[in-house]
């Protein structure tokens, strides 16, 4: 009997012990459960795959391709109708994609040929059918509409133009994802002393005819944000990547707007990431916060490209400079300086899982088909 008490005893302080352990558990226990946030080194850079979805590859040659398997980088060439007909930029991107079926994928244009005519609607579904059929994952609608193309009347032609809207429900029913580059950053319309990005100022000092505030008579900054915004209000469902943060790369907050009104678009960094690092210069938590935000909507990109004139080794080596210093600022908390602008500032040093999101997963999640194991080539009319 007394054994038997015995062993009821020590069997009532087992419980009681245990018991806390069976309730809810304490804010201690929760952070002990909770694993601690990881991050990635500067050194992480060549290990982890990542994606660049906005290069432009116009030649055979294959030393670009060569240096982003170097970096550990795919990338997604993107079409442009601008400089090389479009139909050899398709024929160079095919003929590179055979060559390095894991590393490369596609997006395709149309051009404005025939442009006000009976002839231009069929000419452009069928050449993007065909593309589909070819294998692109996206198409790229450039800064042209917006900012070139005029009607016989002389009025300017916009991307919210009704005469887009079968291309775009094209788009939309064959699953493919837009790619939209329109308008400019904002330094555009600014004087070039008074523009935020050395970048900027070289781009517009060596390419007037888009610099802005030399044509007060075009379209307005404004002009091109509401035209791309009233485009995506009416295709809700279409799926869209805005190019270089949707040419709302001057200030977080307004692209914030923009990814709460429209849950289908994205945006990716191409060629823009300066003009976050120099936002975080002034207010280094308000990016940092935001990134963290819309850590599903940020893809990164850079925009380099190579032509037959482009001096490879030069190319490649900044392309790798840049790509590098993108890196630091994404996963380290260093102290920084770039070319862009004189003030040094902190890196961000995002966790692990957010840097995943947008070297990776989101590159996969908004242009489907950019692994070879997804792609679909089934055209929809
Ligand atoms: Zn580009």
Redesign the pocket.
């Known amino acids: 009997m007394k054994n038997c008490l015995n062993v009821i005893i020590v069997w009532l302080l087992k419980v009681y012990i245990l018991l806390p352990s069976c309730t809810s558990p304490t804010s201690k226990q929760v952070t002990e459960i909770i694993p601690p946030i990881a991050y990635y080194s500067a050194t992480d850079f060549s290990k982890v795959e990542k994606y660049d979805t ?1 290069v ?1 590859i116009n030649t055979d040659d294959s030393s670009f391709i060569n240096q982003a398997k170097k970096d550990n980088l795919r990338l997604l060439t ?1 079409n ?1 109708n601008s400089g090389m007909p479009i139909e050899e930029q398709r024929t160079v991107a095919l003929k590179l994609i055979q060559e390095f079926p894991d590393r490369l994928q596609f997006a395709t244009t149309f051009n404005l040929k025939n442009w006000g005519t009976k002839k231009w609607l069929p000419q452009t579904i069928a050449y993007l059918k065909a593309s589909f059929e070819k294998g692109a994952i996206a198409v790229k609608i450039w800064k042209n509409i917006g900012m070139e193309l005029k009607d016989a009347n002389g009025k300017w032609v916009m991307i919210d133009d009704a005469r887009f809207d079968t291309v775009l429900s094209f788009i939309e029913k064959n699953n493919i994802t837009l790619l939209g ?1 329109f308008g400019e950053p904002k330094n555009a319309w600014l004087a070039t002393e008074q523009m935020t990005i050395a970048g900027d100022k070289e781009y517009f000092s060596k390419h007037p005819q888009y610099h802005q505030f030399l044509h007060p008579e075009n379209p307005s900054y404004q002009d091109q944000i509401n035209a791309r915004d009233n485009m995506l209000k009416k295709h809700p469902r279409l799926r869209f990547v805005g ?1 270089h943060l949707g040419s709302l790369e001057w200030n977080v907050d307004e692209l914030a707007k923009r990814l709460d009104q429209f849950p289908n678009m994205a945006v990716d960094m ?1 060629a823009r990431i300066p003009h976050l690092q120099v936002q975080s210069v002034k207010n280094w938590q308000k990016v940092h916060d935001f990134m963290i935000k819309y850590q599903d909507r940020l893809i990164y990109a850079t ?1 380099h ?1 190579v032509d037959a004139k482009s001096k490879f080794f030069e190319v490649n080596k900044e392309a790798h400079t840049v790509r590098m210093s993108d890196w630091k600022f994404f996963v380290t908390s260093e102290v920084m300086t770039v070319p862009d602008f004189s003030e040094t500032f902190e890196g961000l040093k995002l966790p692990k899982e957010v840097i995943d999101k947008i070297y990776h997963t989101n590159a996969e999640k908004w242009f489907p088909g950019i692994t070879m194991a997804e792609k679909k080539i089934t055209v929809n009319l």
Do not use: E, F, L
């Open positions: 906005h432009h993107v442009v580059h190019d191409a925009d490209g």
